[in-house]
T-cell receptor, first 115, second 113 residues
Framework: DAGVIQSPRHEVTEMGQEVTLRCKPI?????LFWYRQTMMRGLELLIY????????DSGMPEDRFSAKMPNASFSTLKIQPSEPRDSAVYFC?????????????FGPGTRLTVL | QQQVKQSPQSLIVQKGGIPIINCAYE??????FPWYQQFPGKGPALLIA?????SEKKEGRFTISFNKSAKQFSLHIMDSQPGDSATYFC????????????FGSGTQLTVLP
């Protein structure tokens, strides 16, 4: 398996623009996670899905953030409108069983810069 | 209650040294404590994990020490190498829980040649 795939790897945009980040989880994994990593706040869980259904989105910072998982092999994280404080590395991860004890497999991340 | 506190924020050691990274947790429901390793430009990857029924787990040069009464655990890297330079995250999780892993803030380790 190729592992978790994320695109784009780098995104530079201007404030106010819409940004869409994409993720393909490992085939057969039932759980998908979106994280944000910054120097100030470390690794934050934004939202996670189980079998394509959002389970906990309490980490989504604002209504400007939304995430979807239309099928088992694809998820998007959208920011509209983007702001400079959204600049961070966004990771997608997947796991087989979920819960607090299952290994999570992370993608390479998308480095987002909002000017 | 869900927080996992990690220290130090950064650490520099000479090759062959034994860096130690410490974590403390508050949630007594945690029963799974993994460490993830992240190299620059990559996503974190599971390095080693421990359950609270043992006080120590060793895998190669990496050892987790666990103190249940103090609610603390630490990562030791024996004979550290420049290739171990990375960011290390501790985490806590609960079996049978819908809650996911709670990560520490990370420690940036540099091993000098």
């Amino acid at each position: 398996d190729a592992g978790v795939i994320q695109s784009p790897r780098h995104e530079v945009t201007e404030m106010g623009q819409e940004v869409t980040l994409r993720c393909k989880p490992i085939s057969g994994h039932d759980y998908l996670f979106w994280y944000r990593q910054t120097m100030m706040r470390g690794l934050e869980l934004l939202i996670y899905f189980n079998n394509n259904v959002p389970i906990d989105d309490s980490g989504m910072p604002e209504d400007r953030f939304s995430a979807k998982m239309p099928n088992a092999s694809f998820s998007t994280l959208k920011i509209q409108p983007s702001e400079p404080r959204d600049s961070a590395v966004y990771f997608c991860a997947s796991s087989l069983y979920g819960g607090g004890t299952d290994e999570q497999f992370f993608g390479p991340g998308t480095r987002l810069t909002v000017l | 209650q869900q927080q996992v506190k990690q220290s130090p924020q950064s650490l520099i050691v000479q090759k062959g040294g034994i860096p130690i990274i410490n974590c403390a947790y508050e949630n007594t429901a945690f029963d799974y404590f993994p460490w993830y390793q992240q190299f620059p430009g990559k996503g974190p990857a599971l390095l080693i994990a421990i359950r609270p029924d043992v006080s120590e787990k060793k895998e190669g040069r990496f050892t987790i020490s666990f103190n249940k009464s103090a609610k603390q655990f630490s990562l030791h890297i024996m004979d550290s190498q420049p290739g171990d330079s990375a960011t290390y995250f501790c985490a806590g999780g609960s079996s049978g829980s819908a809650r996911q892993l709670t990560f520490g803030s990370g420690t940036q380790l540099t091993v000098l040649p």
